[in-house]
Nanobody, 125 residues
Framework: QVQLVESGGGLVQAGGSLRVSCAAS????????MGWFRQAPGKEREFVAA????????YYTDSVKGRFTISRDNAKNTLWLQMNSLKPEDTAVYYC??????????????????WGQGTQVTVSS
């Protein structure tokens, strides 16, 4: 099984940028599709973006299209989420997750078997 550790969260002003990372260990990273999810206080965890095992297929929720970019480097066992033009409504704990179906690039939370502990992103207005 794979272990996931997020980093790179922090406080940023609206309109700014931030990149969060997810380091994987203990498994074969390049066999997993990967996703980013987020959870704001008092809200359910929601899908943000996904990428297949090779990085050639990606999928984003509508609210982040054109602002966020998901990417991965299988040689480094690392997943990233580049977030630009951040808005206060992007404030949440961001989680990376691994899906055993390597080509899955979808939003279903149940498809993702392994989860990190999350990193806080706060966007001030």
């Amino acid at each position: 099984q794979v272990q996931l550790v997020e980093s790179g969260g922090g406080l940023v002003q609206a309109g700014g940028s931030l990149r969060v990372s997810c380091a994987a260990s203990g498994g074969t990273f390049n066999t997993y599709a990967m996703g980013w999810f987020r959870q704001a206080p008092g809200k359910e965890r929601e899908f943000v973006a996904a990428i297949n095992w090779l990085g050639g297929g990606t999928y984003y929720t509508d609210s982040v299209k054109g602002r966020f970019t998901i990417s991965r480097d299988n040689a480094k066992n690392t997943l990233w989420l580049q977030m630009n033009s951040l808005k206060p409504e992007d404030t949440a704990v961001y989680y990376c997750a691994a899906c055993p179906s390597s080509d899955y690039v979808g939003p279903l939370l149940a498809e993702y078997k392994y989860w990190g502990q999350g990193t806080q992103v706060t966007v001030s207005s």
